[in-house]
Nanobody, 114 residues
Framework: QVQLVESGGGLVQPGGSLRLSCVASVIMFRSRHMAWYRQAPGKQRELVATITSGGNTNYAESVKGRFTISRDNAKNTVYLQMNSLKPEDTAVYYC????????WGQGTQVTVSS
């Protein structure tokens, strides 16, 4: 059974940084294209960043240059380094496959506020 466990969220001031982690109990993790998503209050879930099995990355325009997605296949973990955070980055952050094909985890809350 697939399980996604996100962690690392919290309250941070504008301009601050956070590093999110997602441990994925997924068969053949290293062959999966993975992604981070987020959902702000009253908004639809949106794709933030993707990373292919080969390590190629893509980002939403709103986070490009500030966020970095990475993975450690030995640990079945995908990361999201978030720098220069803005209030509009406030959301619950989730990881999943690139097409959102796994059952969603509980997410991790990121709040950017002074």
């Amino acid at each position: 059974q697939v399980q996604l466990v996100e962690s690392g969220g919290g309250l941070v001031q504008p301009g601050g940084s956070l590093r999110l982690s997602c441990v994925a109990s997924v068969i053949m993790f290293r062959s999966r294209h993975m992604a981070w998503y987020r959902q702000a209050p009253g908004k639809q879930r949106e794709l933030v960043a993707t990373i292919t099995s080969g390590g190629n990355t893509n980002y939403a325009e709103s986070v490009k240059g500030r966020f970095t997605i990475s993975r450690d296949n030995a640990k079945n973990t995908v990361y999201l380094q978030m720098n220069s955070l803005k209030p509009e980055d406030t959301a619950v952050y989730y990881c999943n496959s690139e097409i959102g094909g796994f059952a969603w985890g509980q997410g991790t809350q990121v709040t950017v506020s002074s």
